[in-house]
């Protein structure tokens, strides 16, 4: 298994530039999340999904837009790119496992520059 | 909502002795999901060690313990033996109770740069 990839490893953008950010995985996981890690700080959730065609907003959404019409992929969009983007984006997947609960396992991340 | 608190930013620790990673937390929630989580200077997030807030024993991975005091809402991460590869990044998170068919997203503390010295 390869776990949960993503692509690019990096990219810079300029203002006002739109990108879409790669997420799979192959362990047929139902939830798929996006986080953002800016410098120093934890990770602040994007958006989520608990299956195809199901996505839901996280704490912080503004700028961005999911799709999920596979199991495997949860794609990433960004819309009219800012400076307040560039950041660190992590996606990662889950399965219900004990006690009602779920590990979630992450892809390498993303780092992606906004000039 | 739930809130993380890592109050620690950096912490030094000698090879071959243990560490205590101090996390407390706030939630009203009676169920929830406490996580650790190590990022090394490479960058991937790899997850060491989940305590449920129902367990009665602390979690334990290897060199990896939890120490779960839930009156006083701390998660502690505890590694023995340090070694060298164990300078990272060190995350403590938490998940809300899961309701039928939803997810559970992570809420994660600022985290706690260890660095092990020869």
């Known amino acids: 298994n390869a776990g949960v990839t993503q692509t690019p490893k990096f990219r810079i953008l300029k203002i006002g530039q739109s990108m879409t950010l790669q997420c799979a995985q192959d362990m047929n996981h139902n939830y798929m999340y996006w986080y953002r890690q800016d410098p120093g700080m934890g990770l602040k959730l994007i958006y989520y999904?608990?299956?195809?065609?199901?996505?839901d907003k996280g704490e912080v959404p503004n700028g961005y837009n999911v799709s999920r019409s596979t199991t495997e992929d949860f794609p990433l969009r960004l819309e009219l790119a800012a400076p307040s983007q560039t950041s660190v984006y992590f996606c990662?997947?889950?399965?219900?496992?004990?006690?009602?609960?779920?590990?979630?396992?992450f892809g390498p991340g993303t780092r992606l520059t906004v000039l | 909502a739930q809130k993380i608190t890592q109050t620690q930013p950096g912490m030094f620790v000698q090879e071959k002795e243990a560490v205590t990673l101090d996390c407390t937390y706030d939630?009203?929630?009676?169920?929830?999901?406490l996580f650790w989580y190590k990022q090394p200077s490479s960058g991937e997030m790899i997850f060491l060690i989940y305590?449920?807030?129902?367990?009665?024993q602390n979690a334990t991975e290897g060199r990896y313990s939890l120490n779960f005091q839930k009156a006083r809402k701390s998660a502690n991460l505890v590694i023995s033996a340090s070694q060298l590869g164990d300078s990272a990044m060190y995350f403590c998170a938490m998940s809300p109770p899961m309701a039928s068919g939803s997810a559970r997203q992570l809420t994660f503390g600022s985290g706690t740069q260890l660095t092990v010295l020869p």
């Open positions: 305590q449920g807030s129902y367990d009665e």
């Open positions: 999904s608990v299956g195809a065609g199901i996505t």
């Open positions: 990662a997947s889950s399965y219900p496992t004990r006690d009602s609960t779920d590990t979630q396992y």
């Open positions: 939630t009203s929630d009676q169920s929830y999901g």
